[in-house]
């Protein structure tokens, strides 16, 4: 990897970058790295382009094209007017400045069937993280192996969570195990906290909980949805 | 249900809502639901407030409370200064407004790991929403019973979804799937598609498609934590 973000004239190291802009950067990681896999894989078409206009990546990021660019202006100057960005460029730019390139060892509990579909899900490598131990409380699961790793004793989470240096962990668990599951993760050292189960945690100030709500994404197809069905709702109007 | 949104002299019917909105709206509904649920539940405690602030709401969101005032004004008026939000009315507004109390019905492809855990996902009820049909193309898989539903075959589907007004659709199948599999449920009338699978789907411009990134969170989790180990870096900082 030679590439590093540059001195950034319209940007500028320390400006504070609002959490929009991060998780707005690694959507399009995301589309750069499939557009890289699209264009170097055994389906790729000759002469398949190098360069991508903002439009285009904004269109395929979901985002406005003025969002677009106000974010990549955090990074440095990556685009040339009238050819676009570099997408080898960029995809290293953006990796290095969220740190992608990294791989933060996280613990993951819980290996029912979202667990196992967490520890064997096939968009997590080079994402700035890696998962280094699995845990659960069933005497049936301990001692299995998923995704190549042996699904230790929770009992163990303390021990292993600090020896391996572990500050990042997912609960995947029922809704009732995950406050216990929680206390026992912040006890190891824990710092941060990924929340699949349903449920508010409670957790001291200096921990750092997000919840993944798998159902908010389709409550907002539903909504649309219906919006498509009755366009004259007495309700709400959304705009698009 | 007698709740209603009412006419609202500061928000109005009509008025475009950002798509933003609408996802906090989500959200609102989804915490205040939770609150419901400690208030009556068996572990409730005696005399549990019947009102939250904005300033105590917003914060169980993770949005600011102006973000909060401002959603709200869509619905009309639900709170009194200095007494807060009425937690049961708020939650029947917002679940009207955004037609929770609906039940849009979904079809949900591919039952490996990640579409048995979403099939018998807790947090689905009230949400707009119901999964009403499973399909796989796994003979193995065909016939079986998950979450009371049975597995139907892939083939089966385009006749399935328009038998039972299927409109939106869920793919959790693996990459390669995805797209073959889109493009049966476009054909069966599906004009919303969730996306679970890595990669781009391509559809009709009518066909909406949203996508989720399981590795998202996880990611923004591990960009953070990079900032507190290493907080002056060569990249860029993060406003909190």
């Excluded at 504070?16 to 557009?35: G, I, K, M």
């Amino acid at each position: 990897m030679t590439a590093q973000v540059p001195d950034a004239p319209d940007g500028g190291h320390g400006r504070p970058v609002p959490d929009a802009t991060v998780a707005r950067l690694a959507v399009y990681l995301r589309v750069l790295t499939e557009l890289r896999w699209a264009a170097t894989g055994p389906a790729a078409p000759l002469g398949h382009p190098r360069t991508i206009s903002s439009a285009d990546l904004a269109r395929l990021a979901g985002v406005k094209p003025a969002n677009l660019r106000r974010d990549l202006t955090f990074l440095g100057s990556y685009g040339v007017r009238g050819v676009g960005y570099d997408i080898h460029l960029l995809t290293t730019g953006i990796s290095a400045a969220l740190g992608a390139d990294r791989s933060a060892p996280v613990a993951l509990v819980g290996l029912g069937n979202l667990g196992q579909a967490l520890a064997g899900y096939a968009g997590f490598g080079g994402r700035g993280f890696r998962i280094a131990a699995l845990f659960d409380a069933d005497p049936q699961r301990i001692g299995r192996t998923v995704a190549g790793l042996v699904i230790q004793d929770i009992g163990d989470a303390g021990r292993v969570c600090r020896e391996a240096g572990i500050a990042i962990g997912v609960i995947a668990t029922p809704e009732h195990a995950a406050q216990p599951v929680a206390d026992v993760l912040v006890g190891a050292g824990v710092r941060s906290i990924l929340n699949f189960a349903p449920g508010v945690l409670l957790v001291p100030d200096d921990v750092q909980v997000r919840r993944v709500d798998l159902a908010l994404e389709l409550q907002m197809l539903a909504f649309h949805e219906g919006r498509r069905a009755d366009p004259a709702p007495t309700g709400v109007a959304v705009s698009s």
